[in-house]
């Protein structure tokens, strides 16, 4: 491995080749990148943060039109139908479009990723050919109906319902009560004409649970069609270029083809089939398929957090405050309290970076291959369930120290920080919430038994683990935990600060955090229901640890991906600083968790202060790079607010 120096003080970074660092950045989509950078980079299309509610809708459409209209926005869609196969181009385009408005960025996502992802993933060949031309051109707008006012997460129990009529051979799309509502349906309230509905499909009145069929909302002029009902959510926290709206279905038929049937069909006699016949699997099968949207607010929540960082080390390069008597005042990125607060969230973004990439690439070759990748679908989705979580997180929390490092000159709206913080905020919860998703990503990692659980049961997972699956979890991480431990007490100096620099032992660290709190999850879940407790009550007592669980995961899978990237990269400055910054993301993410690791005797009390450190020496050796690693993300003069207020001198009350 690269970095791997023994000193305790790393070594200082000469200057850096920023195009090398941001090819390297860019990565195999360059071309994609700089085409929306130069799209981004127009006046016109700079964000605007004064525009009423029904302008800024409007200017979002016409923005997503003038992407559609240049091709740009069927990337990811076979080219039979007038893509380009994509897929991972698709998502760079994406996660640039993050610099800009995000109302935008969503826009498209729910046109793109959401709508027409589930006509591409969900439907087949009659689908493909009678609308996604169509869907990508924007020449038909669309919605992704899945979440209703009582349900979001546990999309099981939707209420709406899809009940075949054989004597006609259609469906009947009905919402039962208000709690079955569609609701938070970006494109609902103002462009949409056809919506992708989940609802609970009834064949010859026996349930067959949530399925998606495609009905049309508005005709042609824009009208609400007859039987349903739709509702403006109004004024939001932010995404205000995002029309959301509330869909009531009152008897609404639609055409026995307008189930999307590529996981099961109902003939037209009314006979039901499916090649899979669990139907929970049938079901989580179906949802994995739609990862790709997940994958995308990662992106696009790493790429606003650029922003927010770019913004703040700017300031904080130009706006000076005390110093030395009778001298000059010196400017905050030299104080160490202003480096901790921007320097390791820098190193940590250029981290969840190189994880993204990966993630994507995952992503590109599940969905693109014609292998059978099943279980590398099943680490795919694990994967972009935590990681999601985890991004999303650091750009709420980075994005508030950004505005709050930025002093008064933070809180003005021609910055951005109030579009950025109001409009990220959503992220948490969207595509996901992330408490739910780190749930979900913990019980993957127990068991590659996926078709024997119910993803989001909590019955049926509790349940599971008393399965002697989870001893040999258990045994295996716990013989690791004994090896470990040993070759600890054997190995000589572990109470030095020289080894913190090593990648080998930043990793050993994060992977035996990892492996020892999963096998700890693992007893106590098996414990409890062996003990002879409700399984629903031992999963609830155990729901802090799960999560703890998927979060050590995350950081070791973090730190992977980011040392395989600086392996690769092929100009030596370069690779000598992103060494430095990984060296502040690895250790700042222990420092982070220092209690931990020395309750479990992995860090003593002195190893424990050589770890605070080594992050303020890395922050010293990285303080004279901080603007040159911002501006290696290649963001926009445009997307940067305004510059002047942000470097200015603060308003005085």
């Not at 076979?78 to 610099?99: C, D, K, N, S």
Request: net charge negative.
């Amino acid at each position: 491995m690269t970095a791997t120096t023994a000193s305790s003080v790393p070594e200082s970074v000469p200057t850096v080749d920023l195009a090398a660092l941001r090819t390297l950045l860019d990565g195999e989509h360059a071309e994609i990148r700089d085409r929306c950078r130069a799209w981004l980079s127009e006046p016109e299309n700079a964000p605007r943060p004064d525009l009423p509610l029904e302008e800024h809708r409007a200017q979002v459409l016409g923005w997503a039109r003038e992407l559609a209209d240049a091709g740009e926005t069927a990337r990811g869609f076979p080219e039979e139908f007038g893509g380009r196969g994509q897929v991972g181009g698709a998502i760079a385009g994406f996660e640039t479009l993050g610099f800009g408005d995000l109302s935008l960025l969503v826009k498209c996502g729910v046109q793109f990723g959401l709508f027409g992802g589930a006509v591409l993933h969900l439907g087949t060949r009659k689908h493909h050919e009678s609308y996604l031309s169509d869907i990508t051109s924007l020449r038909l707008p669309g919605c992704f109906a899945m979440t209703e006012t009582g349900h979001g997460s546990n999309v099981q129990q939707l209420g709406t319902t899809a009940t075949y009529d054989a004597a006609t051979s259609e469906f009947l799309i009905s919402t039962p009560d208000d709690a079955a509502r569609k609701d938070y349906i970006g494109n609902a309230a103002r462009d949409g004409r056809m919506a992708a509905v989940f609802a609970q499909l009834i064949v010859g009145g026996e349930p067959r649970g949530v399925h998606a069929l495609l009905v049309p909302l508005r005709d042609d002029d824009n009208n609400v069609l007859p039987g349903i009902r739709i509702e403006d959510c109004g004024a939001k926290l932010g995404l205000d270029g995002v029309d959301n709206g509330r869909i009531w279905f009152d008897d609404v038929r639609v055409p026995r083809d307008n189930l999307l049937d590529r996981y099961a069909t109902v003939s037209e006699n009314g006979v039901y089939e499916s090649a899979i016949e669990n139907p929970t699997k049938r079901f989580f099968t179906m949802l994995g398929t739609l990862i790709q949207g997940r994958v995308s607010v990662c992106g696009a929540s790493i790429s606003a957090t650029k922003v927010a960082l770019a913004i703040a080390v700017g300031h904080a390069e130009s706006r000076r405050q005390f110093g030395p008597p009778g001298e000059d005042e010196v400017v905050l990125m030299d104080y160490r309290t202003h480096q901790r607060r921007l320097l390791p969230a820098l190193a940590k973004v250029y981290a969840l970076h190189f994880a993204q990439e990966d993630v994507v690439a995952r992503l590109h070759r599940v969905f693109t291959s014609d292998e059978d990748l099943d279980r590398e679908r099943r680490e795919l989705e694990t994967l972009a369930a935590g990681l999601k979580a985890v991004a999303t997180w650091h750009a709420t929390a980075t994005i508030q120290e950004c505005r709050e490092a930025c002093g008064g000159m933070g809180y003005l709206k021609g910055n951005r920080f109030a579009a950025l913080k109001a409009d990220t905020d959503v992220f948490t919860t969207f595509e996901g919430d992330n408490t739910v998703l780190l749930q979900l990503a913990a019980k993957n990692l127990l068991t590659d038994f996926r078709d024997q659980l119910g993803e989001l049961d909590p019955l049926g997972t509790a349940s599971f683990f008393a399965g002697q699956v989870f001893e040999t979890v258990a045994e295996r991480s716990a013989m690791r935990e004994v090896l470990t431990r040993l070759a600890d007490d054997l190995l000589p100096g572990r109470d030095d600060q020289e080894d913190l620099a090593s990648r080998e032992v930043q990793l050993e660290l994060l992977r035996w955090r990892s492996n020892h709190i999963r096998s700890g999850v693992a007893r106590r879940l098996k414990g409890g229901i062996d003990g002879g407790r409700e399984p629903f009550a031992v999963l609830l007592d155990c729901q802090d640890h799960l999560i703890a669980a998927a979060r050590a995961y995350v950081d070791c899978f973090v730190l992977e991906s980011f040392a395989v990237a600086i392996d690769r990269c092929p100009d030596p400055g370069a690779r000598m600083l992103l060494d430095r910054v990984c060296d502040l993301y690895a250790l700042s993410t222990i420092e982070a968790d220092r209690g931990w690791f020395q309750e479990h005797g992995r860090l003593s009390s002195t190893r424990s202060k050589a770890v605070i450190k080594a992050v303020n020496t890395l922050c010293a050796t990285l303080r004279p790079h901080a603007t040159g690693l911002v501006e290696a993300f290649g963001i926009p003069e445009t997307s940067l607010g305004d510059a002047a207020a942000v470097a200015g001198a603060a308003p005085r009350a």
